[in-house]
């Protein structure tokens, strides 16, 4: 597949909740399914540096590194003998408006522009990174400190069902889906000793969605990154309703 976007993407901060299947039920596209661990349905909030980004092999200025927060969740689609174990974005924030303009053109994604800041504090045995976003007037916050020791995902483990899926998926109908795929090597982890998460806007997310935030996470850790590369998207149409 031909390269619409590439950049590295780093410190990623993963945490991730229980849901309610029903309430993915209007994000899930056409053609696919939820791809559920040991039966059970998962959102991540996912913040991590969006750095070195060049589109169509191009470096555009001011638009190279920033910081990117997104709500996702996990499906899959079976395309022949193949399974392609995907993320659908219920919202993605990025601190500039051209970079959202063009992913929701492109892919009929659901970006939306808002101040974002990042910071990272580094130790001899830990590092801080923290991520912010600003809206109505207030900073929401996800941020951790974790070791500084690299592990190895796991075969079979929580975190490596969490990381290792390859392909997006974005709804454009009840029949008609975009599919693109997302290269990266895997990635190592680093174990989150402290987790600070703070949301306010309700609306961001909507109602029923934010009350999983009022919980604390499942699990959370941090994935060191990687160069990743974007393919353009394809769209597929099916009379295959998406499911749970």
């Not at 997006?168 to 090597?185: A, F, L, M, N, Q």
């Not at 987790?195 to 009022?214: N, P, Q, R, T, W």
Request: with cysteine.
């Amino acid at each position: 597949m031909r390269t619409f976007l590439s950049a590295h993407w780093n410190n990623l901060i993963l945490a991730n909740f229980p849901v309610d299947a029903h309430l993915l039920l209007p994000f899930i596209p056409a053609g696919t399914e939820l791809d559920l661990w040991h039966g059970q349905a998962y959102v991540s909030l996912v913040a991590f540096g969006f750095d070195q980004t060049k589109v169509l092999s191009v470096p555009w200025p001011l638009h190279r590194n920033f910081e990117e927060i997104n709500l996702r969740f996990y499906v899959k689609r079976i395309d022949g003998s193949d399974v392609k174990r995907g993320v659908v974005f219920i919202k993605e924030i990025v601190p500039r408006w051209l970079i959202a303009t063009m992913a929701n053109i492109f892919y009929n994604e659901r970006y939306t522009s808002l101040p974002t800041r990042r910071k990272v504090e580094s130790e001899k045995q830990t590092m801080g990174v923290a991520y912010e976003w600003k809206s109505k007037n207030q900073w929401a916050k996800v941020g951790v400190v974790v070791s500084t020791e690299q592990q190895n995902l796991l075969p079979g483990s929580f975190e490596e069902f969490i990381a290792e899926h390859y392909w997006g998926y974005t709804r454009v109908s009840g029949t008609k889906t975009i599919e693109y795929r997302v290269d990266h090597p895997p990635w190592t982890l680093q174990k989150v000793l402290e987790h600070c998460i703070v949301l306010h806007d309700e609306a961001l997310y909507g109602s029923a969605l934010h009350k999983i935030f009022e919980n604390q996470p499942h699990s959370i850790f941090l994935a060191t990154g990687s160069h990743v590369r974007v393919s353009f998207g394809r769209k597929l149409v099916t009379t295959q309703m998406p499911s749970i």
